[in-house]
C-alpha cells in the first residue's frame, strides 16, 4: 500500500538542489524521479577511466527538459511482456521499471571528477554520423536490407527510438574528436 511520507534527509537535500537549479517552482502537485545516487556511480566509472571514453545511451533529457512544469507525471514506466504501463505495484517482482535519465545531473557528476563530457547527441544523430545508412546498403540481398531497414528505422525515428535515446560521451585524455558526435552536439542543453 502507497503511503506519503517525509523525504529523509538525502533526499530533501537533493530535491532542495535541484529545485535552486530550475527557472520556476513546479507546479502541484507534480511527480518526478530524481537519482541522489548518480553522482557516485559516476564517480566509480571515472576512478576506473585514466583514458579513453564512456558512451553512454538511454533515454532521456536535459535537466530543464527532464524537470519541465508539463511533464508533471514524471517518466517512471514499467515493462511487462512487450507493453509498458506506469503502474510499478502491478506485477511484483516480475516486471522491469524504468525512469529516463537527467543527462544534466551525470555531465555535473562527471565535470566532478575531472572527465570531460566529450558529446551529447540524440541516438539517430549518432548512428547517422557512425554510418548506419551505409551499413544498411551493405547488405547481402534485397531481403537482408529490407529487415535491416526495419531495424534501422525502429533506432533512427523520432516516435521510436532515434529522439528519446541520447548518447553522451564522458573522456578523459582522449583529444580525437568522436565520429559519432560529428552531426550534432547537444551540450549546450545540458
Not at 533526499?11 to 545516487?37: D, F, H, K, N
Not at 539517430?124 to 535491416?148: K, M
Request: aromatic residues 8%; glycine residues 8%; contains cysteine.
Amino acid at each position: 500500500m502507497e503511503a506519503a511520507s517525509e523525504a529523509g534527509p538525502e533526499l530533501a537535500a537533493a530535491l532542495g538542489a535541484l529545485q535552486r537549479e530550475l527557472p520556476g517552482p513546479l507546479p502541484e502537485p507534480y511527480t518526478s524521479e530524481v537519482c541522489p545516487r548518480l553522482a557516485p556511480w559516476v564517480a566509480a566509472l571515472g576512478a576506473t577511466l585514466s583514458r579513453g571514453v564512456f558512451l553512454l545511451i538511454d533515454y532521456g533529457l536535459p535537466r530543464a527538459e527532464y524537470y519541465h512544469p508539463q511533464r508533471r507525471e514524471g517518466t517512471l514506466r514499467c515493462h511487462f511482456r512487450q507493453r509498458a504501463h506506469d503502474d510499478p505495484y502491478t506485477n511484483l517482482g516480475l516486471q522491469d521499471i524504468t525512469a529516463w535519465v537527467d543527462f544534466t545531473a551525470v555531465a555535473e557528476a562527471a565535470v566532478a571528477v575531472d572527465l570531460t563530457v566529450a558529446g551529447f547527441a540524440t541516438q539517430a544523430a549518432f548512428l547517422l554520423a557512425l554510418g548506419i545508412e551505409e551499413e544498411v546498403a551493405r547488405a547481402p540481398d534485397g531481403t537482408e536490407r529490407a529487415r535491416l531497414a526495419g531495424e534501422a528505422q525502429r533506432l533512427l525515428m523520432p516516435g521510436e527510438m532515434g529522439e528519446v535515446f541520447k548518447v553522451m560521451a564522458l573522456s578523459r585524455g582522449y583529444p580525437l574528436p568522436l565520429m559519432g558526435m560529428a552531426l550534432q552536439d547537444l551540450r549546450r542543453l545540458l
